[in-house]
């Protein structure tokens, strides 16, 4: 989808909220940004911390705090809160953000889903996928 949307000249945003890195990799030449997806957690986050111009593909990696963040169960609804107003914050200068999440964390992806206008979760197509 990111490539799609770089090839038709739509800024994109990629965020890469699963600990186990899979957009991060596939997504190695795009531009990252100079902050990580364990830091839109973070109390300290500052919107000053925008530092595109919206332009091209744009990648928040994944990172090593992510997995510990991914496990925190106090104090989910704040966190939530405040990833999912930074994503949106940052998302601002783009047409499209693409939020990639876990599916075994849920603190990650009831992040991805309060940021999100709109969702697309692929699954399986057998007996127990669904």
């Known amino acids: ?6 090839d038709a000249g739509i800024p994109t945003l990629a965020v890469d909220l699963d600990p186990q890195a899979n957009l991060s990799t596939a997504l190695r030449n795009a531009e990252r940004l100079p902050l990580t997806a364990g830091a839109l957690f973070d109390p ?3 919107r000053s911390m925008r530092q595109s ?3 091209g593909l744009h990648l928040i990696a ?3 705090a992510l997995s510990a963040v991914a496990e925190l169960r106090e ?5 939530v809160r405040r990833a999912s107003n930074a994503i949106r914050a940052i998302g601002a200068d783009y047409a499209l953000v693409v939020v ?3 599916t075994n964390a849920p603190l990650c992806y009831l992040t991805g ?3 999100a206008d709109g969702v697309v979760s692929p699954v399986q197509m057998d ?3 669904l």
């Open 127 to 129: 007996a127990f996928g």
């Open 53 to 55: 111009n919206g332009v």
């Open 1 to 6: 989808m990111c490539h799609a949307a770089l």
């Open 75 to 79: 104090a989910r609804k704040d966190l």
């Open 44 to 46: 300290h986050f500052s």
């Open 100 to 102: 990639d999440t876990p």
């Open 62 to 64: 994944a990172d090593p």
């Open 113 to 115: 889903l309060a940021a």
